[in-house]
C-alpha cells in the first residue's frame, strides 16, 4: 500500500538515513544532495511510503521546484525489499501524482557510480532522458541528471 507519511516517523527515518550513508559512502561531500529527512517535510514537499502488512519497503518524493516542473527526491527501498519492483511502484505512484497536479515535467538528480545504475535503469525505462543541470544543480561528474515530460 502507498500512502503519504512521515518522514520523522521512526522506522522511515532509519531508512533515510541509511540512504543518505550510501550517497556520503559513494559520492565526494559535495555531490550528496539527498535531503536530510527534516527538509523532506514542509510546503511544496509531498512524501510516501510502500508498506506491506505495515512493514516499510521504500520512499519517494515530490518536490515542486515551480509551477510547472517538479523534482522526484528520496527514492529508497529497503534492502529486504530490492528486485521487488518497490521501487517502480513508488515511481510509477509519484508521477500519476505529477500528472494530477498538473506539473509539465519532473526531474531528478542521481549518482553517476556503479551503485546508482539499477536506479538509472529504472528512469530510463520509464521514459526519463538524460539532460543538464536543472534547478540548483551545477555539473558534477558524480551527478546524472534525468527528466521526463508529463502529458
Not at 517535510?41 to 516499510?56: I, M, N
Not at 510547472?68 to 500519476?96: C, Q, Y
Amino acid at each position: 500500500l502507498i500512502g503519504i507519511d512521515e518522514p520523522l516517523r521512526p522506522d522511515v527515518l532509519r531508512l533515510l538515513e541509511g540512504h543518505l550513508a550510501d550517497m556520503r559512502a559513494t559520492s565526494p561531500p559535495e555531490s550528496v544532495h539527498a535531503l536530510d529527512p527534516t527538509a523532506l517535510v514542509g510546503p511544496g514537499l509531498s512524501f510516501w511510503t510502500l508498506r506491506e502488512d505495515g512493514a516499510l519497503l521504500g520512499c519517494a518524493a515530490l518536490k515542486e521546484l515551480d509551477a510547472e516542473h517538479a523534482e522526484i527526491k528520496s527514492m529508497r527501498t529497503t534492502p529486504a525489499a530490492r528486485r521487488r519492483g518497490v521501487a517502480r511502484r513508488l515511481l510509477d505512484h509519484v508521477l500519476v501524482a505529477a500528472v494530477e497536479r498538473g506539473y509539465a515535467r519532473v526531474s531528478l538528480e542521481t549518482g553517476t557510480q556503479d551503485f546508482f545504475a539499477p536506479a538509472r535503469a529504472l528512469y530510463l525505462s520509464r521514459g526519463f532522458v538524460e539532460c543538464g543541470p536543472f534547478a540548483p544543480y551545477v555539473p558534477d561528474p558524480h551527478s546524472a541528471f534525468f527528466t521526463r515530460p508529463l502529458p
